[in-house]
């Protein structure tokens, strides 16, 4: 499209995309947005290396692409300028999340990661929140990894899931690259590599002291909450991950509680989801920390959003006209749009409309001109300003209306 | 664990262990086994560089580690001997499709790399062949990448989706990386931006002449095949995006043939799965090329797969230990394992049994003291293997046994 643009001399307009979510999935009441800090990091980095453009060019679609396209993809940076709700912020379908305005070329090009990366943080910060949701002030670690779609999945995930009010994740390179606390507990292979559990546990005591979470189900969960308690301290906790949380949870309290280690935590894990840990909590199951793989980092009841990126305006000498395509299921709204959230509802507009009493701007400027003037990086900040807004909106049924301007403005195209 | 391993004194213990899936989900008969070639990188190029060991050194976690592990980490390699099935086999759940034997620590480290690189990789090429299936013998797209997990799995997403028998992807990534063959259609927002779709149709094939796919639906599909009719050649097809595809299909067919145009293709997106498109099919929709994004590149139905990494022998002190955890319903087996395949069956056996007559073994040896020794990298060759593989052995209800040997063993553990 690129090639194509530059052909037929479209490189003075200037385009507006936003991206936005059609319908939240069944089981999802609101999003909570996040991603943005690499969608920042990838439009201020963007360029073409030669040998990419070297690529690019032997491919047979390219074939009839003049030689100065490739001198232009050679030069090319971000220059325009983006919008974006904060990372944390809560929303909700057909809102835009981010909008972006460039010259036409610039604004297409990053459409697929600017989706591939706020689209998948944010899944997983909207289920992290189901999931918090369900586990009612317990905590949450994130322990999915290696269910990931790949290995940067499950680091972004790790992120993402804090972000959403995790205490943390088991990925060792999410806490490396954004400073996400780290936890772990050591597998059933570090049980079975000891001639006896008791040897596993004293020489895991050995190592990480107060922090030491025991795993006590590799043989029996019962023998091993009795081998737990008489190892004694140091002990953080012990980790469940078979059987009946419920009865083996209650029986394993009961056990620690008659050693008098009352302190001594217990952490469940087994493909946990916010059903299975509600009903745990629901029943009052003395499980203090969730610990939560599969489900989380893959958002396994709804592994995508319809997440989109269109154009709404076209700058062309001077005149603007408005974009918004008509397929069926399918139709978008023109314009550049602002979000004017109230109190009790949304209301999406256009950037142009005088700030409504009562209301705030959710769309804030994050780069102009290429240069990013805004990109959170303490991300316990970004996890506070969530749980205030997971607090705040995240409800089913928030109304989200269109303006009046806008809604003139989609009947006339 | 490896810190925990190295302070017990557990370097010079050997480990076995091996990756397979518990069971398969409910929509799958059988996995097409993807992501050694990724695995293989992985595991012949580990390393830690300085900065990483410095992150590790400042976790709370670490506070006990001695500086002699600090040392053994900055020079570790990976020394062991990897087995594994061929990318593109077909295989079934409780069937190792991976086995590794080195130094207890060097075995522990990739446990969660080889799990999501293996595991997602199989996750794509399983649901690529239910989609092809469908498909019977129509072309299948993968255009998957703006809803992938992030952009690394979008890339490896249309990386399994072609060894699975895909034609090609819309990912670019995966083109340059795998040379995966890249195809693409205009978006809405190409049509959008030009005047009118006349003119928005005769650029593109400025670009793209004979391989030009004009995206119809924008306005009116029916009215968008007419342009695309009365535009003429070149053209290699259209492409709908919404609405009643069966119907559409019928009518732009129509439209098209009445044009003389009976050699242009029709190419069908929006949100297509196997279900849809198998309707499609019986039905006997004239449509040519399947484009099929996020159902295939998240696995939607089934997005993660009950992989894991088992520790299965431990050798120390010239003694050979088996290790299986007695976890309730995760129960493992023992010993190092083989698959010997039969043409109507296969047997999960130890690595050291005789080559049962008849059979094959499907675990080969990729890397042993560390190096290499295959990492196919021709990517049509190993197509052409999982399409001989998905024929031959991809049906559900295959039997799986496990040998006498293996039998006996897993009872007196």
New interface residues.
Partial sequence: ?S???W??G?TS?T?T?ELFVRRLPPNRDFLVVCGLSQAIEYLTGLKFLDR?IA??KG???F???PSAFWDYLAGFRFTGDVSAVPEGTVMFAGEPLLTLRAP?IEA?IP???L???I???T?IASKAARILKAAAGRDVVEFG??????????C??GRAAFLAGCVGTS??AA??QFAVP?F?T?????????ENEAEAFR??Q????E?TVQLI?????VEGARQAAAMGQPLWGVRL???DLLGLSREVRRILDEAGMTAVKIMATNDLDETTIAALVEQGAPIDVFGVG?SLA???DA???S?V???VE?EAGGQTRY????????RTLPGAKQVFRFADRDVVGLQTEALPAGAERLLKQVIVGGEAIVDEKNIRRIQEYARQQIADYGKPGRQVELSASLSALAASH
């Fill in positions: 499209m090639a194509g643009y052909m037929a479209k307009e385009a995309f990419e690529y690019l491919l047979p679609q074939e009839k692409a036409l297409q459409e697929t990661y989706l591939a990366t689209g998948f943080q899944v990894c290696r269910r990931a779609h790949a290995p940067e999945a499950g972004l995930a990925n060792v806490g490396m780290v772990g050591a597998a059933h292979s570090w049980v079975l590599s000891f020489r895991l050995d190592l990480l002291g922090r189900d590799t043989y029996d969960t991950d078979s059987g599969t893959t958002s396994f592994p995508a959003l997440a990126y269109k154009l076209l974009a918004s395509k008509h397929s069926e299921g399918k």
